[in-house]
Structure formats: structure tokens, C-alpha cells
């Protein structure tokens, strides 16, 4: 298996832009989680998803950030408008059903100047 | 709900010296416990896991935790620490009632030859 697969790597971005960072979980995984990590707050969670369904979004900061998981392949989380302090690395996360070890991809380094 | 607490943001070893990294959980449950090991621009690796079957756990490239439940906690070991060990290393925690990884703020591994 390739892992969980993140697009793009690296965004820079102008503030006021949409940005869509996209995420590809392992195969079988039932439960996906979108992180940020700063060097101020450290990794903090976003969303979490179980079988596609949104369980807990109260990590998301505020009503410019949404994220979506239209199938068992894919989610996208989009920030829009974007703003400065969104600068962050974005992390998609992967797991098997259970309280179980979570599977990491690359992240999405944002910059938004 | 989980939470765990990584004592000291930098720890810094001279090469071939014990690594000791310290992480202590709070939990009404039995946990799940789990150390990762993030290197400069890439996501997180698991590097071990304790899911209560043996207190001492052994994971990747010599590291090890043992899990006690008197202390609450579940320090990271290394007998003997190596050029290539210098990383940031998250402790994590799953509760039984819970899917959702939840992670100590980091401690940077300096290794000084």
C-alpha cells in the first residue's frame, strides 16, 4: 500500500484565496482525521471522520474551514478565505476501525502571504 | 477523555548515551498508548504501541516503553542513542471509548556527537 497520499505538498497562497488540501487514506480504513501542526499550538485536531460520516469537528477554527469525505477514498479540506495565520503544516491521518495506531501522510505545507 | 503530557520540549544527548524521553497519560480507562518519531519535513512514523498485552514494549531501531500503571506513564528508552535519532517524538494516547489519537506537545532529540 502507498500510505495516505496528500496534495499538494507544498501551497503558498495569497491571503483571501481558497485553498484545498486533498487526501487519500489507506485502503480498508475506516477512520480519518485531519491535523494541524504548529510550532505554537503543536499537533492539534481538526476533524475526524468514521465510515465518511463527520464525527467531531470541534477542532475546526472557525466557520472558513470545511472539510469533506464524499467516499471511503478521498476527503478534502478547504479554507476559504484564507488568512496568515493559517500558515501551518496540515496532516491527513488514517486508521483501522478501533482504538488503534493512526497512519500519517507527508502534509500539506501552507504558506499564506 | 485522553490526554497525555511529554515532560520537556528538548533533550539533548551526547551520541551512544541512554535516550530517555518522558510521557505520562491521563485516563479513567485503560489506554492505548503510542510514541511516533517525526523527522524535518515528513509526517509521523509510528515507532511503538502498548495495547495491554506486555508492559514492556519493544518498537523500531532499538527504542522501547514500558507502561506502568502505578506512575502513569509510558516513558520512550534507547540504550544507546545514534546521529540519525535526532527527531522530534510525539507520545499519543487512545482511550477505549474513543477513536481519537490524542498527542502530548513533542520533544525535540538533539544528539551531539
Known amino acids: 500500500d502507498a500510505g495516505v497520499i496528500q496534495s499538494p505538498r507544498h501551497e503558498v497562497t495569497e491571503m483571501g484565496q481558497e485553498v484545498t488540501l486533498r487526501c487519500k487514506p489507506i485502503s480498508g480504513h475506516n477512520s480519518l482525521f485531519w491535523y494541524r501542526q504548529t510550532m505554537m499550538r503543536g499537533l492539534e485536531l481538526l476533524i475526524y471522520f468514521n465510515n465518511n460520516v463527520p464525527i467531531d469537528d470541534s477542532g475546526m477554527p472557525e466557520d472558513r474551514f470545511s472539510a469533506k469525505m464524499p467516499n471511503a477514498s478521498f476527503s478534502t479540506l478547504k479554507i476559504q478565505p484564507s488568512e496568515p495565520r493559517d500558515s501551518a503544516v496540515y496532516f491527513c491521518a488514517s486508521s483501522p476501525q478501533g482504538p488503534t495506531e493512526a497512519f500519517f501522510g507527508q502534509g500539506t505545507r501552507l504558506t499564506v502571504v | 477523555a485522553q490526554s497525555v503530557t511529554q515532560l520537556g520540549s528538548h533533550v539533548s544527548v551526547s551520541e551512544g548515551a541512554l535516550v530517555l524521553l518522558r510521557c505520562n497519560y491521563s485516563?479513567?480507562?485503560?489506554?492505548?498508548l503510542f510514541w511516533y518519531v517525526q523527522y524535518p519535513n515528513q509526517g509521523l512514523q509510528l515507532l511503538l504501541k502498548?495495547?495491554?498485552?506486555?508492559?514492556l514494549v519493544k518498537g523500531i531501531n532499538d527504542f522501547e516503553a514500558e507502561f506502568k500503571k502505578s506512575e502513569t506513564s509510558f516513558h520512550l528508552t534507547k540504550p544507546s542513542a545514534h546521529m540519525s535519532d535526532a527527531a522530534e517524538y510525539f507520545c499519543?494516547?487512545?482511550?477505549?471509548?474513543?477513536?481519537?489519537?490524542?498527542f502530548g506537545r513533542g520533544t525535540s532529540l538533539i544528539v551531539h556527537p
Open positions: 499519543a494516547g487512545v482511550s477505549g471509548g474513543s477513536y481519537i489519537p490524542t
Open positions: 485516563s479513567s480507562v485503560p489506554p492505548y
Open positions: 502498548y495495547t495491554s498485552a506486555a508492559t
